[in-house]
C-alpha cells in the first residue's frame, strides 16, 4: 500500500477568501492490480518457442509484445557478463534464425520479457570451476531480425551504416513504434513525475482550459477524454513553467517530441485519437 502525502493548503486558502464552508470528504481509490503475467514478463519469463506468435510483424505473447532471448549461455556466460558482443542476440520478430530453430525443433530454451532496460538475466557455469554462474548483461539485438522488419531501412540502403543501426538499437523506441498495435504495455513504460514542481498538476490543468482543451500540434480536442491530453515543456525543463515555455498536446503528438520516445498509447487510445482527428 503506498501512503500519499497530500498539501491542501493552498485549497484552504481559497476556501477561506470565498467564505465557503467546509464540506468533509473521503477518497476511495481502487488501483487495479498488475497482472501477474505482467509482472513475470518484467522479470523474464521461460516459454516454448511454440508460445511465440507474430502481431504486427513483432513477436507477441498473450497480447504483450515482447523480446525474446536464450538464458542459457553455457561456458559462455562470463565473457557474455563482461562483454555483449560475446553473448547470445535477443530478437523481436520471426526471422530466420527462429525459423530454423522452429525447424529443428528446439523450442524450450527461450525467455520472453517487456522489460526496456535493455539487460537480461542470462546464466552459465564457469569451464574451469563447474560453479553456476548468472548475473545481468546488456544484449545486442539480432541483426537477422533487423533485417526482416528493414528496420530504419537496414536493407534498403538507407544513409545509416548497418552496423550503426545494430549498435544504437533502442527497445524504447522500438516498442514505442509498435506500441499502438498492442492493448498492454510495459507497466515500467511510463512518466517520471519527480523533476516536475509541486503544483504541476494545477499549472497543467490551467493551462489546458485556457487552450480550450485543444491539442496546438493536430488540432485534436478530446472533451469527453480529456486523459489524452499533455502539457509538453518545450525547453525540456520541467520546472519552468512559464506560459510560453508551455505547449498543450494530445498524447500522440507529445510521444512525438524529442526525447519523449518512451511515453507509450494503448491501441484504444489511438483508434479513438483518429477518429477524433477525422
Known amino acids: 500500500m503506498v501512503k500519499l502525502r497530500v ?3 493552498k485549497l484552504h486558502g481559497c476556501v477561506e477568501q470565498m467564505k465557503a464552508a467546509y464540506v468533509d470528504f473521503t477518497l476511495n481509490i481502487i488501483q487495479r492490480p498488475m497482472e501477474p503475467i505482467d509482472i513475470d514478463l518484467g522479470k523474464g519469463l521461460e516459454i516454448s518457442l511454440e508460445d511465440i506468435s507474430c502481431e504486427r510483424g513483432v513477436l507477441s ?3 504483450r509484445q515482447v523480446l525474446l532471448y536464450i538464458k542459457d549461455h553455457g561456458s559462455r556466460v562470463t565473457a557474455a557478463l563482461e562483454d555483449a558482443k560475446n553473448a547470445r542476440r535477443f530478437h523481436v520478430t520471426e526471422c530466420k534464425t527462429l525459423q530454423e530453430m522452429r525447424t529443428k525443433k528446439r523450442f524450450d ?3 520472453v520479457t517487456n522489460d526496456l532496460s535493455g539487460e537480461f ?3 552459465g557455469f564457469d569451464s574451469f570451476t563447474n560453479e553456476k554462474v548468472s548475473g545481468r548483461a546488456r544484449l545486442m539485438v539480432c541483426k537477422n531480425c533487423l533485417k526482416k522488419l528493414n528496420y530504419k531501412g537496414f536493407m534498403s540502403g ?3 551504416p548497418c552496423n550503426v543501426i545494430w549498435k544504437n538499437f533502442s527497445i524504447e523506441e522500438f516498442f514505442k513504434q509498435y506500441s499502438s ?4 504495455l510495459p507497466h515500467h513504460a511510463k512518466d517520471d ?3 516536475y514542481t509541486e503544483d504541476w498538476k494545477l499549472v497543467s490543468r490551467n493551462i489546458k482550459a485556457e487552450r480550450g482543451f485543444r491539442c496546438e500540434q493536430c488540432g485534436v480536442q478530446p472533451t469527453d477524454h480529456r486523459n489524452l491530453l499533455h502539457v509538453h515543456h518545450i525547453n525540456g525543463h520541467k520546472s519552468d513553467n512559464r506560459p510560453s515555455n508551455l505547449k498543450v498536446l494530445c498524447v500522440d503528438c507529445h510521444r512525438k517530441q524529442a526525447s519523449h520516445e518512451h511515453i507509450f498509447i494503448s491501441h484504444q487510445q489511438m483508434q479513438l485519437i483518429n477518429r477524433l482527428r477525422h
Request: glycine share 4%; hydrophobic share 25%.
Open 158 to 160: 538507407s544513409d545509416v
Open 181 to 184: 498495435c498492442f492493448k498492454y
Open 109 to 111: 530454451r527461450y525467455f
Open 193 to 195: 513525475d519527480a523533476q
Open 7 to 9: 498539501d491542501f493548503s
Open 121 to 123: 538475466e542470462i546464466s
Open 61 to 63: 505473447y498473450q497480447g
